[in-house]
């Protein structure tokens, strides 16, 4: 058959059979520093483990970078209540534990809400200009963000710089998308999506730490910091000096440091992976002039109203039908945004309503003062637990690395024995149960064991649930995409209406605290918030069933 013949059988299918030929075809291209045809030379019975997953070197760099965003998200949960209470503060009055909550809202939103600007964007440049830019320009900024949050001495100069770090951190879409590429053979997916995931909660423990043992350092480590501490070679009064003055910055000190050397071997070591644009950037000193040239060309094209001829031959259509069935890097657009894709950005954007919610809530409720009176019934209570930002870091960091233990050992076997959608329904009833239990932590005796006992446990389930359905959302999402060229364009989509739930959650979860907390009811947005919508996902789920199918026909063509 010649190539006129073999492009007009390609025509005459319908629209269908390629859509499930390109479902059935669609595997991003091995990056130049993969070896080629994987499939084809791993015996079919290979055992599939961790230390199977191909490619670990270029993951591990990734995962680092990875880290930007929980460090700069999580860092101030250990101690923003008390960060809002000095920056608040005046000589005449002191914020109430309302307002604290209400403003907490707002500030925690702002980051996501950065990102929701971006997410798109960076998804739709890293298509055409290349992964490695996107993350390598992410990294500096969020570096600068980070040292600029910790020297805010006002609450206006906070949101700025977390509105900045949002806008830095807006490419998780574009790793997403490079994990897919870097991983080629679909039977190490489950166990190369879980590890963003992992890398995330492990970057959220870090975070949580830092801000609980570093914030205020004159104070949580007097011995170094102190009066008579190590470092305070000034010897000044009260400890060192600029520390007194920004109590707030060691800890984004030390993110930064994470940040740079994640910067340094991205930079260095980390290889292209979109179609098209391998082996283009291999360090700053390349990358830097390919990144002008591309600007000035956009600008170049934006200013120009001229019209372009457009070349018609048969070779050029045989082009544009090749570039349809097996990916291109400018799809079209019906071929992105099919049915099946939207279902999943849309969960996607219903999980951080409760979700994304879950963590800066119980942070605040941690740290709230414990109620003057004991309340008349399980249903009154204005009060949380009371504790500081050291033990809420470390509490936090703690409990966090066991989730990560139990998710290491459990997410695969379980993945494999369920499947993608029914981890997923697993996940989403752990959720609401996790949810309504948590205010009646007040209730439990200080002193008790019991409280500790389910503080853990409730905890445990939440971290347990967020780390099974996140990586099988991810897989969801890449196996309803059609074509290799939109992955980054899509994860992006996905992550920009995730931020966008994760800047309404704060918002509209701290509002619905901070009244419960004036009608003695500091349970409010844990009943008629958070459960309720993780019950509104657990019913979105079941429209998921045919884009789960999609995943198991890839995955039982590549003989998983």
Known sequence: MDDSTGLQSMRSKSKAEVVEQQSLLYRPDTPSHIEQNVENTVPKNTVVSWISLPNKGQLMILAMCRVSEPLSNSTLLAYIFYLLQTTLSTPSSTPSNAEIARVSGLLVAMFPFGQFLTSFLWGWLSDVYGRKPVIVFGLVVSVIANMGFGFSLNFESLLFWRFIAGLANGNTGVMRSMTAEIVEEKKHRARAFMLL???????????????????DPVKSLPHIFGTTGALNVSKTSGGVAWMIHYPYAFPMIVNSAF??????????????????????????AVSWPF??????RLLRKSGSTRYTAVETDEKQLEAQGENNMYGSAQPKRCAIWNRKTIRV?????????HNGA??????????????????SDLFHSAGGLGLTSQSIGIVLAILGISGI?????????VHAHFGTL????????????????????????????WRWLCVVSL????????GFIIPCSIMLLTDSVYQKGALGRVHGAANMLGSLAKALAPLIGGWIFSRGIEMNCIGMAWWFWLTPIAFVSLAWSFLLSDVDKIGEEIRSSHDI
């Open 405 to 413: 233990i139990l998710k290491f050992f459990t997410y695969p076997p």
């Open 345 to 353: 950005i849309i969960f996607s954007g219903l999980l951080p309503l």
């Open 291 to 296: 990144v002008v040239r591309s600007a000035h």
């Open 459 to 466: 905890l445990l389930t939440q971290i347990m649930a967020r």
């Open 197 to 215: 995931p992992l890398v995330f909660s492990t970057g959220r423990i870090l975070g949580m730490a830092f801000g609980g043992v570093f914030a």
């Open 422 to 449: 029914r981890t997923i329904w697993i996940s989403l009833l752990l959720f609401p149960v996790a949810y309504f239990a948590t205010p009646f932590l007040a209730l439990i005796s200080e002193q008790s064991i």
């Open 259 to 284: 940040m740079t050397a994640a910067l340094i071997l991205a930079n260095f070591k980390l290889s292209e992976t979109a179609p098209g644009r391998r082996q283009q950037m291999c360090d700053l």
């Open 358 to 375: 879950f963590t800066h809530l119980f942070a605040v409720f941690l740290s709230t003062p414990i109620a003057a009176s004991n309340p």
